[in-house]
């Protein structure tokens, strides 16, 4: 045996090639079999090239990694066994890998993930019921990786539990500003021996393995650790709460406005809504979450108002005090990270798009859409109109299939204005002057082209157009979105203190204004942790401190600023006596004693046809029993996992059906 490192109760045995060859855990021993691929960089094994020392409690290797330099560090510290692995050559912005072999009657335990597949609940659990041959992994997206919420595992003996943890406060490795780095993975295989168990993290922190005698002790340790990292306060201990948030026992998600222009509901209809929850007797302190209440869902950031189409700021606040009348509360969806190119404030708010940021030269919400190359371009064509009042309106020719795509103006040189082009409900303008030097110009977001043929209306500003000007238009870069399509955004940088205060004005004004209870912000963290949002936040709760903030997903950070929480959704208990799907409520106090959870916005379902905000997809036509039986176990279970239990209403078709009124009834007997 080549080398030993130990702290507490867990020993690494290292080999003479720095490779852990055996771990001991309260006296027991596990051989880590030779087909093991034990760490490594960017998923690849490392090789070692050198063992520079093995000091008393120290291990330092150079390696190897695909031809590239790296190195390892083991050693005793006082948070367990500390092991560091980084590349010499390129930054840290890269996953480490850990590749560890447990027997199968060890339990590994794992918390959820920010957003997704572990279906808003706070752990799960992997012990001998997982099938030999069976592999889980945390899963890859085309957008990065759904890491886990917590950089934390456990894995639980007869004798005690082994935590293998970051302690990472994120702001390190979320400076490395690389999107799906910032969160642990796993991968767990089973086989006849036992489980290969990997756990990858961004290189640029450590990883630590540390024994405690009980997961509670580990748990008690971690809650700890995170209080005193993220300043994080028990909501009972949380006196910038309203009493209301605590009596919130079912959230209502009503879609208004949908990003295909669909009205699915208006202000009048939740007025009507609340009279007939209370005569419902629905639960004191339901609140209601308006997808789309102020222009089509995704569209109009940061401009926060109420909308004329939907029934003016008159109707709005009519609605806002029925609503107080009835029992219930209010709240309404923003989007910190994102900005609406067509509207004209975007000549403000361009200035804050977020440089290199997911979103900065991408026009869309990629939220589980891919984006599809659309092969078809069309070509050069000359406009013919007539012209009034400096302004042309032609069509388009035809286009095969609804797309989005971009517009190319050009045969203008020489003018000395700007153009200002609307296809459907997009609106973008050309830069002062760019024809004096150039004969056409690409306008750098698309439009949204319907199949056959679409109106284009042209208005020339600030100069006269000569009558020699040969005006021809292009259609290029089209694309298609699969298979959801939300209104088109641009990333903004979160952390901006300008672009904070202009984000915060407008949405602490609508509070006050209309006395609104709750705002959900949506995915805060696409640029990386909740850190980037501190500035932000942080004005919000000095601004209406009296205000709920909800997120959509989230990591340890955020806990500290928001008290609801959108993630994931509810299984079934079928679904949950699947191996993949055991449920634990170990890590509960981890997530529920500082935040609420309630399922995702695109999640809830209707016991009656309703359509959702977040596609474009035409509603069912009906729900089938087996449906609604679903939908009713899932209300009925949520509570059950510290989940609020949400509804979907299609109120302006159906009204408060029977059955919907039922199963708030039956929710009302089981509080």
Known sequence: MGFQIHAGEVSIFFDRQAKPAKIKLFGQSFNQPAHIVSYGLWGKKAK?????SKKEGKLTAYLEVEEKEAVFRAETSRNGIKLALRSLTDDRSCYAHLTLFFPEELKIYFPGTPVGFTSGMSARLFDRRMPVGSTFATPETEHGSKGLSHQLILVESDRGCLCLTNRSDLREVFSLDVRGLAYPRIKISRSVEGFSFTYYWPSAVPLFLRSFPSLQEAVRDYKQWMENTFNLIPLEQNSGLPDWFFNTKLIITLDMWRSNGQIAHNYQHLIDLCKDMRKAR??????????????????????YSPTPELGGPKKFKQMVDTAHECGYRIMVHTMPCGVDPYLPQFEITKKWVKKGHIFANYAGWPGGSKVLKYD????????????????????????????EAKLVIGGLSGFGGQIKITVGERRLESPPQWFMKNDSYTFPFP???KAGTNQVH???????????????????????????????????????????????????????????????????????????????FNQL???????????????????????????????TNKELNEWRNQYTPIFSNLILDYVKLYPHLCVPEG?????????????????????????????????????????????????LDQETKQVIAQLVASF
């Open 458 to 536: 042209l208005k020339f500003t600030e100069a006269e157009l000569t009558k020699d000007m040969n005006i021809w238009y292009q259609i290029v870069d089209c694309f298609h979105f699969a298979p959801i399509w939300t209104y088109p955004f641009v990333g903004t940088e979160l952390s901006n203190p300008e672009w904070a205060s202009y984000f915060t004005g407008r949405v602490s004004s609508l509070v006050q204004q209309f006395d609104i209870d709750a705002v959900h912000l949506d995915a805060h963290i696409l640029g990386g942790t909740s850190w980037e949002g501190t500035e932000l």
């Open 282 to 303: 629905a639960p004191k302190d339901t609140l209601f979450y308006l997808p789309g209440w102020n222009y089509k869902y995704d569209a109009h950031y940061p401009e």
């Open 607 to 655: 016991l009656v046809p309703v359509a959702k905000v977040c596609n474009i997809e035409k509603p069912p036509t009906e729900v089938s029993e087996e449906q609604r039986k679903r939908i009713r176990e899932v209300v009925m279970n949520a509570g059950k996992y510290g989940v609020i239990p949400n509804l979907r209403l299609n109120y302006k078709d159906y009204g």
């Open 541 to 571: 709760r000095k601004q209406i401190p009296k205000t709920v903030f909800s997120c959509e997903v989230f990591d340890e950070p955020a806990m500290s600023f928001f008290s609801l929480i959108q993630n994931g959704e509810i299984l």
């Open 48 to 52: 070692v090239r050198r063992i520079a």
């Open 447 to 449: 439009f949204f082209f």
């Open 376 to 403: 078809w371009e069309g070509k050069k064509e000359q406009i013919s109109g007539t012209m009034v009042d400096n302004s042309i309106l032609f069509p388009t020719i035809t286009i095969p299939e609804k797309c």
